[in-house]
């Protein structure tokens, strides 16, 4: 069975410094990962999905990498800002019907 | 139109009361899907629609029925819930065949009390 792990659970920052969220995963076999944000109470926004073939994925400040082999996946926030703070979710598909298995999340505070 | 959307925002219930969640989207993804979070928790799956098709239950109650009527369309039918059933409950989308590389849309939830 799927197991995925996200280290650390909660982190706070000064406004600024880039932040490192790390996803880890026991089987290789997936189709791909995605990384949500989720503000309280609401539901997930989606901020980047990288392929099982891909090694990395950008948006802007964001960057997302992927290393299948190892199980391991790390989100990268570059600059961050009061609006980061967030939880951040990452999701391994790992079947054809498209089910989801999610990581606990990490909870970010980024102070002014 | 890239959102999914979801009606009622917030849902308060008895035990014995019928009432249905509704979520809809117009971008032509034809796996829908029902999860649960309960607080501090990340998503459970329930419920996996392909195709108008009912392809993935999740071990669910009967007290939850799903239904999807259309492409667009998937309703989440409640029925005599307990308390514990308290959760957010999301709706998303994926497309399946050729756009499979967009992976899912969520929408915003339904934050449903028991009482």
């Given at each position: 069975?799927?197991?995925v ?10 406004e600024?410094?880039?932040l ?18 989720q503000d ?13 073939s ?12 992927l ?6 996946s ?20 790992a079947?054809s ?5 999610f990581?606990?999340?990490t ?6 | ?7 009622p925002?917030?849902?308060v219930?008895g035990m014995?009361?019928?009432?249905s969640?509704?979520c809809?989207?117009?971008m032509?993804?034809?796996?829908m ?22 392809s ?10 799903p239904?999807?009527p259309?492409?667009?369309l ?5 029925h ?12 998303a ?23």
């Amino acid at each position: 069975k799927q197991e995925v792990t996200q280290i650390p659970a909660a982190l706070s920052v000064p406004e600024g410094e880039n932040l490192v969220l790390n996803c880890s995963f026991t089987d290789s076999a997936i189709y791909n990962l995605q990384w949500f944000r989720q503000d309280p109470g609401k539901g997930l926004t989606s901020l980047l999905l990288i392929q099982s073939s891909q090694r990395e994925q950008t948006s802007g400040r964001l960057n997302a990498s992927l290393d299948k082999s190892s199980g391991r996946s790390t989100l990268y926030i570059a600059a961050s800002q009061p609006g980061d703070s967030a939880t951040y979710l990452c999701a391994v598909r790992a079947d054809s019907w498209g089910k989801l298995q999610f990581g606990a999340g990490t909870q970010v505070v980024v102070t002014p | 139109d890239t959102e999914v959307t979801q009606t009622p925002k917030h849902l308060v219930m008895g035990m014995t009361n019928k009432k249905s969640l509704k979520c809809e989207q117009h971008m032509g993804h034809r796996a829908m899907y029902w999860y649960k979070q309960k607080a501090k928790k990340p998503p459970e799956l329930m419920f996996v629609y392909s195709y108008e098709k009912l392809s993935i239950n999740e071990s669910v109650p009967s007290r939850f029925s799903p239904e999807c009527p259309n492409s667009s369309l998937l309703n989440l039918h409640l029925h005599a819930l307990q308390p514990e059933d308290s959760a957010l409950y999301l709706c998303a989308s994926r497309p399946v065949g050729e756009g499979q590389v967009m992976g899912y849309t969520f929408g915003s939830g339904t934050r449903l009390t028991v009482v």
